[in-house]
């Protein structure tokens, strides 16, 4: 009983724990709740979360909100390695942290339109 439980589960449970990857120039998401009373979310706090590449350097991006509690912050790195992310709202609330890792991709950044 118990093997066949494992069986069920292990998908799942790697799915859940798989590490998140984004091609180099390909757009990384993350999403952030956040259950604070505002009377305007758009412009009455803001998000703000910190990325450190895999060679230190730091960049501090603005976020939005997107509805229903929740605000987002799209990022397109351009280093391969492990990125770590850190954000925080206007108002002192800790938004959480987080980490990729950004893969070789065919993506470019010098794409002509």
Same mark, same amino acid.
């Given at each position: 009983?118990?093997?066949?439980?494992?069986?069920?589960?292990?998908?799942?449970?790697?799915?859940?724990?798989?590490?998140?990857?984004?091609?180099?120039?390909?757009?990384?998401?993350?999403?952030?709740?956040?259950?604070?009373?505002?009377?305007?979310?758009?412009?009455?706090?803001?998000? !703000?979360?910190?990325?450190?590449?895999?060679?230190?350097?730091?960049?501090?991006?603005?976020?939005?909100?997107?509805?229903?509690?929740?605000?987002?912050?799209?990022?397109?790195?351009?280093?391969?390695?492990? !990125?770590?992310?850190?954000?925080?709202?206007?108002?002192?609330?800790?938004?959480?942290?987080?980490?990729?890792?950004?893969?070789?991709?065919?993506?470019?950044?010098?794409?002509?339109?």
């Amino acid at each position: 009983m118990s093997r066949i439980l494992f069986l069920l589960l292990f998908p799942a449970l790697y799915l859940f724990f798989q590490p998140v990857r984004v091609g180099k120039w390909a757009i990384f998401e993350s999403s952030f709740k956040y259950d604070g009373q505002f009377r305007n979310p758009y412009t009455d706090v803001d998000l !703000w979360v910190e990325f450190i590449g895999p060679d230190g350097q730091k960049y501090k991006l603005h976020g939005f909100y997107d509805g229903d509690n929740t605000w987002k912050i799209r990022f397109m790195p351009g280093l391969t390695g492990k !990125w770590k992310y850190r954000g925080f709202f206007s108002d002192g609330a800790d938004a959480g942290v987080g980490s990729f890792t950004c893969i070789p991709s065919i993506a470019r950044a010098d794409r002509s339109v």
